[in-house]
């Protein structure tokens, strides 16, 4: 009978850090094996397949892997699946390489087509993003067992070396513990089998799983490091570290002035009391100490710049052909289903402002500490902002990076109908000065007239479109502009009489949610379609996509009005029950819009080589002859559901990665 659905978990082992370097770098290590495969065919009972103990795959299993007809299912299946990619290369090179490979693969991965992630459809359905975290939400028969954890570093983890050669540990060396993770890989396939039937009801649309598998051929195809860059790097900024701490030690008399204690209390001796010694808090305090304190901290603000710890982390992931892999994770941040940075964490990358980017790029290139330290008086500050840099196109190709312009601006203006913003974008003005000018009743052109107000404005459109006030406008940025509390108030208030339909917006989303939560019922606004459905809060964007919110309810907030709360994963990584409201809501809607126009954007593009994507941006490794302009307008399309919506991408060309 043939397999129509192959549910499977692997065990495996490698000398390299899976957690450090993710699944490529982990999957490219010549000790890399699978150990254990555990599956379930249609549905039927599980069975594991102990290939350390020399047991091979039914022939049925093994062609179904090759198999696109048949449908793969598993929890965070990339890393089945780039494992799986793998092994076949090394122990069934005729079944692989009879298998058709993507034309465009870099790396020559089983094609996503034929994958569905357990991860990715629980996550739409806002659950954890764990196995046994999903398991514990769903209160499921089968939960995963928690001695994994020691039989994975026994087994799966070298318990010495030979050299250099890792040493593992084999079934014969512990039958008992051996037959417990056996035990453990079956009960995986059968959570995830709990988990499926259980989330079966909400099926993740079959657009939605196209978008996964073109995020999984990005994750694919990865982006080339320049290594001779990156090895200089950690090199120079471990010289620089060394000297910075030699001098900090010097100045201070302490053993260790990288130490938070010591430091705070070298601090406390010389009259200067700080609760962090975060990067803010430092910031502020600078300027208020004796130069010889500030020197103090301004030395070791640059100890402690911990954005050049990506150089490790670009050579911790970096695979055998010179490319890193698999820094994107889907659904990662389920309220919006935006993407999340992994491993080297392209989502938070440092900018870069030196004017001589170039110039800097090529004295590490060549490792030319001397005259580094001589033109750039903080060394880890402009190791920082060339990051960016050490991702390059392969030789003779460019980069072309594009993004959106004012996307959310653009699209919470289209959501609410506040025409005066839409008429500014359809007229190509800045959105800031035009803001400022709604606000102040006056013309502000940037670097002319009333200019000044410009930085007002940008404040207040990047603090106030989700209904933030004071907190929001100081978290921008709004105290290195030297405004009063009392100055910030009347910002907040002259921007909300600029935007009465965004305003308007808030109070209309809050209350379609709450009447479809506390009715358990549908509603609508603004072209959103809010829904009570078996214990979760479904928000229906145009795309006809879905937020989810897991058992909402309708709780008395500290201002005595009603709110939503639900289920789900704080800021401190933990399931806990949250908390959210009229700006919030609507902020997860408009950033779900824009993710949904940036991933549309991404399909228009496919035909390209698109190795990155960053928020609202995308990085293509071009042919030469592409046209950066067609990229442009073909990024700028609008999809049939967001009619009226006045998109417009930018974009550049360049030799190494930067923010331009």
Request: aromatic letters at 10%.
């Amino acid at each position: 009978m043939a397999i129509s659905t192959l549910l499977l978990d692997l065990e495996t082992k490698s000398d390299v850090d899976l957690t450090k370097s993710g699944v490529y770098r982990y999957a490219d290590s010549p000790y890399f094996d699978i150990l254990l495969f555990a599956y379930s065919v249609d549905d039927s009972p599980v069975k594991v397949i102990d290939l350390a103990s020399g047991e091979s795959l039914p022939d049925d299993i093994l062609h179904a892997l090759t198999d696109d007809s048949v449908t793969k299912h598993s929890f965070n299946a990339s890393f089945e699946r780039v494992c799986l990619s793998v092994w076949l290369k090394r122990n069934y090179p005729d079944i692989f390489h009879s298998y058709s490979i993507p034309q465009d693969s870099v790396g020559n991965y089983l094609s996503p087509d034929s994958w569905h992630c357990s991860m990715a459809a629980s996550a739409y359905l806002g659950l954890p993003l764990t196995l046994a975290g999903v398991g514990s939400v769903l209160k499921l028969e089968q939960q995963k067992m928690t001695e994994g954890k020691a039989l994975i570093k026994y087994f799966c983890v070298p318990y010495a070396y030979d050299g250099d050669k890792p040493l593992f540990h084999v079934p014969s060396d512990a039958t008992d513990k051996w037959a417990v993770f056996k035990a453990y890989n079956k009960r995986d396939v059968e959570t995830e089998m709990g988990i499926e039937k259980k989330i079966s009801r909400f099926p993740v649309p079959y657009f939605v799983w196209k978008e996964y598998h073109l995020d999984q051929e990005i994750n694919d195809r990865g982006i080339q490091l320049d290594l001779p860059l990156v090895h200089n790097a950690i090199r120079i900024g471990d010289c620089a570290k060394q000297h910075l701490t030699e001098k900090l030690c010097e100045l201070t008399g302490l053993e260790n002035p990288n130490s938070v204690q010591q430091m705070k209390g070298w601090l406390k001796s010389h009259g200067v009391e700080i609760e962090s010694l975060g990067k803010k808090e430092v910031q502020e305090l600078i300027d208020k100490v004796p130069p010889e304190i500030r020197e103090v901290l301004l030395l070791r603000q640059q100890t402690s710049k911990s954005s050049v710890k990506k150089y490790s982390a670009m050579r911790n992931a970096v695979c055998s052909d010179g490319r890193a892999r698999g820094m994107f994770q889907f659904y990662g941040a389920n309220r919006t289903g935006r993407e999340a940075g992994r491993i080297i964490q392209l989502q938070n990358l440092p900018q870069n402002h030196i004017p001589d980017l170039e110039a800097a790029r090529n004295l590490v290139l060549s490792g030319d500490m001397e005259a580094l330290e001589l033109l750039y008086e903080d060394i880890p500050d402009t190791l920082s902002q060339l990051i960016r840099t050490a991702f390059v196109p392969k030789a003779g190709y460019k980069f072309i990076v594009a993004d959106f312009s004012a996307i959310e601006a653009r699209v919470i203006a289209w959501l609410a109908g506040e025409q005066w913003r839409m008429n500014a974008f359809a007229n190509g003005e800045d959105i800031y000065c035009a803001s400022a000018s709604k606000m102040f009743g006056v013309p502000v052109v940037k670097h002319g007239v009333n200019g000044h107000l410009r930085q007002k404005g940008k404040v207040a459109e990047l603090a106030c479109g989700y209904g933030g006030s004071v907190g929001a406008m100081k978290a921008m940025g709004a105290d290195a502009i030297g405004l009063s509390d009392n100055e910030l108030k009347q910002i907040v208030t002259d921007w909300r009489k600029a935007s009465p339909n965004i305003v308007q917006l808030w109070w209309d989303v809050e209350r379609a949610a709450i009447k479809a939560v506390g009715g358990k019922t549908q509603t609508e606004a603004h072209g959103i379609k809010f829904s009570y459905e078996s214990g979760f809060l479904f928000i229906e964007l145009p795309s006809g996509r879905r937020l989810a919110y897991v058992k909402p309810r309708i709780e008395e907030n500290r201002f005595g009005g009603e709110s939503i709360t639900y289920d789900g994963v704080g800021t401190s990584k933990k399931w806990q029950r949250l908390e959210t409201y009229s700006g919030k809501l609507v902020e997860n809607i408009v950033q779900g819009i824009a993710r949904d126009l940036l991933f549309y954007s991404l399909q228009t593009l496919s035909h390209c080589f698109i190795v990155g994507h960053i928020h609202d941006e995308m990085i293509i490794e071009a042919d030469r002859r592409m046209s950066l302009q067609a990229v442009c307008e073909q990024m700028a399309r609008t999809p049939k559901w967001a009619k009226g919506l006045l998109l417009r991408a930018d974009g550049y060309e360049c030799e190494f990665y930067k923010k331009d």
